[in-house]
């Protein structure tokens, strides 16, 4: 008599759930780095800092998350004045890439 041992699994079902777990981690890292971004913006009037938004840019295979301002004074800010965006995000930016692993990671521990 011989022992058979099996492994079976979906790739669609395994795939779909890791691109529904990064897209729920798209809402969450892009709600708490916008609010980072916007607790670093410089205020005069906090229309720059109001004006903070994020987007996923979700094409196929690949996911991309936007953290910015569409105020035409905004780069100006960000770029010769005092960055606010970069120095955020370069700051967060172990934990983004910490938090990216563990959504990835629930995404394949659905198909247990």
Request: charged share 25%; no cysteine; glycine share 4%.
């Given at each position: 008599?011989?022992?058979?041992?099996?492994?079976?699994?979906?790739?669609?079902?395994?795939?779909?759930?890791?691109?529904?777990?990064?897209?729920?981690?798209?809402?969450?890292?892009?709600?708490?780095?916008?609010?980072?971004?916007?607790?670093?913006?410089?205020v005069l009037t906090g229309n720059l800092?109001?004006?903070?938004?994020?987007?996923?840019?979700?094409s196929g295979t690949k996911y991309a998350?936007?953290?910015?301002?569409?105020?035409?004074?905004?780069?100006?800010?960000?770029?010769?004045?005092?960055?606010?965006?970069?120095?955020?995000?370069?700051?967060?930016?172990?934990?983004?890439?910490?938090?990216?692993?563990?959504?990835?990671?629930?995404?394949?521990?659905?198909?247990?």
């Amino acid at each position: 008599m011989s022992s058979r041992w099996e492994i079976d699994f979906n790739i669609n079902e395994i795939t779909e759930d890791i691109k529904n777990a990064v897209e729920t981690w798209q809402n969450t890292t892009g709600v708490a780095e916008v609010a980072e971004v916007q607790a670093n913006t410089p205020v005069l009037t906090g229309n720059l800092r109001r004006s903070i938004t994020f987007k996923k840019l979700n094409s196929g295979t690949k996911y991309a998350l936007k953290i910015g301002s569409a105020l035409v004074y905004a780069a100006k800010v960000e770029y010769e004045n005092k960055s606010y965006i970069r120095s955020t995000l370069n700051r967060d930016i172990s934990n983004i890439k910490t938090s990216l692993l563990q959504a990835i990671r629930s995404g394949l521990n659905n198909n247990d």
